[in-house]
């Protein structure tokens, strides 16, 4: 059964830092892009960031371009994502999710339940 | 505002058939598959269907999608209570390179 569970998320001010970990399971990792989803409180779903299965492609939304980092590491089976300078529009529950494919396909086929990030001072 | 388009609310009465529109452009659903989620309230987003029209394993076969040009359509047939969610499109974008999702439609079942 595949599995992902996310941790760290909590409650950051204005310009901190907080580092989310997803540990993942029931799957062979190393043949699966994966992502970070967000979805703040209300609203809809919003994609942050996506690896592949080799680390070579990554890519982000504009609205974290140059703030958060994505990054892999297959041999613990794990995905991180490293937040810097947050704002308050960064509040959300974020999402590990693995991808269908070893690429950015977007069919997203197994979802986390979520870590809840709060930016607030 | 999301880059793909999709009305905020649909509702039907039991039994019925709805469609819910995903208006996109010749980056995204132009030229990439479309997939689509559907996320009950206080749960996780789930993958219904997937590059174009694909079924994920488990889902009805009430559920049916087209596709033509730069929008999609997923259709529902023979609404039933458990269908009340929230459906998203989502489409890879080739000019921003970043995976796009829909606004998002509530489904009501009256």
């Known amino acids: 059964e595949v599995q992902l569970v996310e941790s760290g998320g909590g409650l950051e001010q204005p310009g901190g830092s907080l580092s989310l970990f997803c540990a993942a399971s029931g799957f062979a990792f190393d043949d699966y892009a994966m992502h970070w989803v967000r979805q703040p409180p209300g609203k809809g779903l919003e994609w942050v960031a996506g690896?592949?299965?080799?680390?070579?492609?990554?890519d982000y939304a504009d609205s974290v371009k140059g703030r958060f980092t994505i990054s892999r590491d297959n041999a613990r089976k794990s995905l991180s994502l490293e937040m810097n300078s947050l704002k308050i529009e960064d509040t959300a529950l974020y999402y590990c999710v693995k991808d269908k494919s070893y690429s950015s396909s977007g069919a997203l086929d197994h979802w986390g339940r979520g870590t809840p990030v709060t930016v607030s001072s | 505002q999301s880059v793909l388009t999709q009305p905020p609310s649909v509702s039907a009465a039991p039994r019925q058939r709805i469609t819910i529109t995903c208006s996109g452009g010749t980056s995204n659903i132009g030229s990439n598959f479309v997939h689509w989620y559907q996320q009950v309230p206080g749960k996780a987003p789930k993958l219904l269907v997937y590059d174009d029209h694909s079924l994920s394993s488990g889902v009805s076969d009430r559920f049916f999608t087209f596709k033509s040009g730069t929008s999609a359509s997923l259709a529902i047939s023979g609404l039933q209570s458990e269908d009340e969610a929230d459906y998203y499109c989502a489409s890879w974008d080739d000019t921003l390179r970043t995976l796009v999702f829909g606004g998002g439609t509530k489904l009501t079942v009256l």
């Open positions: 690896i592949r299965w080799s680390s070579v492609n990554i």
